[in-house]
Every structure is written in C-alpha cells, then in structure tokens.
C-alpha cells in the first residue's frame, strides 16, 4: 500500500501540467519551433490532404486568401498554382513574422476580429483555411464575413481538426521551453459548418476525411504514445471541404 501511495504522490508531482492557451498568445509562442515539427501527425495528414483538395481548383490570376495562414505551410503550393494575388490572415504576429522571412514578398494582414472590417466586400476568389476553424469561438460570424469579402463565384477551402476528436478531448498541443502547451479549441461540427455556409450560397463540391489506422500508428509509437493510440483507432482525425458559390 505504501508503494502504491509513493507511486500515485510520484505520478501528481512529475506529471506536466498542460497549460492552454488562446490562440493568439499561443501561436506567438509556437511560432519559435513550428516549422521544425518532424513526426506531427497531424501537420502531415493535413500536408497530405491539402493538394488533394486544391488539385480541382484553378487558381490562375486569381486573389487568394490565406486565413490562418501560419508561417505559410502550403504557400509554395499555392504560388506553384499562379494566382493573381495571395495575402495571409493570421491572429498571430509570431507566425506572420516567420511567414515574411520564408517569403519577404508576401501580403499579409493582422486578424483582429472575425468580421474582417478592414477587408472589402468582393476582394477575394478564393479562401483556404487549414487547421484554423476550430480555432474561432463565434464561427457563425466569421464566416459570414468570409462569404462577404469573397466575390459572388468564389471557393473556399477548409481542415482541420475532426470534431470528433476534439469532442473526445483531444487537444493542439506543443512544447514551449520544455513546458507542455495547449491552444484553445471549439468544437464545430462539420455539417453545421455547411450549413452555414449553404446559407451564403455555397454548395459543398467534396468532403474528404482521415481515420486513425495502422498506417498512423507508427506516429504514436515514436512518441511512446500507443495508450493513446488504441483510444483513437478508427477516430476520424482531419477533415477537408471545398465549397462553391456558382
């Protein structure tokens, strides 16, 4: 009994405390080592899923927007694409810094709030937004103000994170110093995000999803994470939509 109470006092006193963060203060902080992320699941699923999604998309001398955009994971695709203009949205000073160095050309804007009011009705094409939308508290606004700064025929893109699995607690998580992190998340289900997005016209053109499988697991056993692993198998862990105004 003893052992067993030494081993519980153990386990409170060593464990991490995972602290979480919003989004704007935490991105700041990750932006130190995001780049540098070898073996992230889900930086690679989303790698993966991303082309997928714009290879039916024609971005020839069209204005792009990037919300989200991070420090510009998928901007040499995107430039690869030849649009007319490409500007990136994010919260995070952090990111946008690190985003201008890998690309000291690039148009980029401070997010301030989900209405986008310095933004005209009718600027862009196109908007593509990875892992971010579980990010936004007020998801009903802000694509709203999406739908407004896009032009009639437009597309978006959008993945992230599977509600499903956010539901079930998991978390974006990173270490900062040595400190374990969290961001902020909100659960949106994906049909609620249709939804509100047939409300601005949209109809969806393809909705595609990744499973936690045997292919992945291998990520789990790198980080002596297969407890965690076998609770997510079969969970459905990223999802993509692209969506058209005609």
Known sequence: MLNTIKKIIRGN????????????????????????????????????????????????????????????????????????????????????????????????????????????????????????????????????????ILKKEADIIITDFHPDVLAQGGKRTFQHHNKPMAVANFVHHVADIEQLLAGHGFRLVERKERIVDESVRHYYMAKNALPLYEQYKGARMIYGLHLRRD
Not at 71 to 83: C, D, E, M, V
Not at 102 to 124: L, M
């Open 13 to 148: 006193i060593f464990q991490p405390v995972l602290v979480e963060k919003p989004s704007e203060e935490a991105y700041d902080l990750w932006s130190e080592n995001y780049d540098q992320q070898p073996g992230n699941l889900m930086l690679d699923m989303d790698e993966a899923l991303f082309p997928e999604l714009l290879g039916g998309l024609l971005l020839d001398d069209k204005q792009v927007a990037d919300i989200g955009c991070g420090t510009g994971r998928h901007w040499a695709k995107l430039f690869q694409a030849n649009p007319g203009s490409l500007t990136g949205f994010d919260v995070s000073g952090g990111m946008l810094q690190r985003l201008q160095e890998k690309f000291p050309a690039a148009h980029t804007r401070k997010i301030t709030d989900n209405r986008f009011t310095d933004v005209a009705n009718g600027t862009f094409d196109v908007i593509v937004s990875t892992l971010t939308v579980a990010h936004i508290q007020d998801i009903t606004e802000a694509l709203s103000a999406w739908s407004r």
